[in-house]
T-cell receptor, first 110, second 115 residues
Framework: QKEVEQNSGPLSVPEGAIASLNCTYSDRGSQSFFWYRQYSGKSPELIMFIYSNGDKEDGRFTAQLNKASQYVSLLIRDSQPSDSATYLCAVDNYGQNFVFGPGTRLSVLP | ETGVTQTPRHLVMGMTNKKSLKCEQHLGHNAMYWYKQSAKKPLELMFVYNFKEQTENNSVPSRFSPECPNSSHLFLHLHTLQPEDSALYLC??????????????FGAGSRLTVL
């Protein structure tokens, strides 16, 4: 059973702080790793993906991947109230077998 | 129209009704998916179609019947549903890649309520 685990939260951070979201996965064959953001009542939207060990930066967002530890994280710098949402971690092994975690609810306090 | 569109956005049906959810993708992708999202549960993959052939069926009850007439359209036919089937049903599409990431693009979802 392939599993993706996330802390359900809520994770509360003050505006302007760094929010750190974590995800672990069980399938060592996983190749690609995704972070989606989902606002309440809306569908998930892609923030970024990563498939090589190390860091990948896109604006205020940085994804970090450590395949040896089966761990992927998302850092959000200068957090804004508009970043308040549920963040979904997903993994894929090129087989279109996307597995999603339960999501972490982030609350950015003004 | 752009991206992935789903209709209807909201649906209320009785347990004896028959209804269908529709999804259309305008991205030229070759794979389409149905996901179910219930409260406080992870997204659950239901069905995957690749070049309109079903490649995944995640032990979904037969009261859910998918149909994929071509790579751009996907339907989910519903009949004799149960109240616990009430959920947000999300359609997604992707372009299969042999290198790089296979990114899912979601539609806005169809909120289903079974009375």
């Amino acid at each position: 059973q392939k599993e993706v685990e996330q802390n359900s939260g809520p994770l509360s951070v003050p505006e302007g702080a760094i929010a750190s979201l974590n995800c672990t996965y069980s399938d060592r064959g996983s190749q690609s790793f995704f972070w989606y953001r989902q606002y309440s009542g809306k569908s998930p939207e892609l923030i970024m993906f990563i498939y090589s060990n190390g860091d990948k930066e896109d604006g205020r967002f940085t994804a970090q991947l450590n395949k040896a530890s089966q761990y992927v994280s998302l850092l959000i710098r200068d957090s804004q109230p508009s970043d308040s949402a549920t963040y979904l971690c997903a993994v894929d092994n090129y087989g279109q077998n996307f597995v999603f975690g339960p999501g972490t609810r982030l609350s950015v306090l003004p | 129209e752009t991206g992935v569109t789903q209709t209807p956005r909201h649906l209320v049906m009785g347990m004896t009704n028959k209804k269908s959810l529709k999804c259309e993708q305008h991205l030229g992708h070759n794979a389409m998916y149905w996901y179910k999202q219930s409260a406080k549960k992870p997204l659950e993959l239901m069905f995957v179609y690749n070049f309109k052939e079903q490649t995944e069926n995640n032990s979904v009850p037969s009261r859910f019947s998918p149909e994929c007439p071509n790579s751009s359209h996907l339907f989910l036919h519903l009949h004799t549903l149960q109240p616990e089937d009430s959920a947000l049903y999300l359609c997604a599409s992707s372009q299969t890649k042999t290198a790089g990431a296979n990114v899912l693009t979601f539609g806005a979802g169809s909120r289903l309520t079974v009375l």
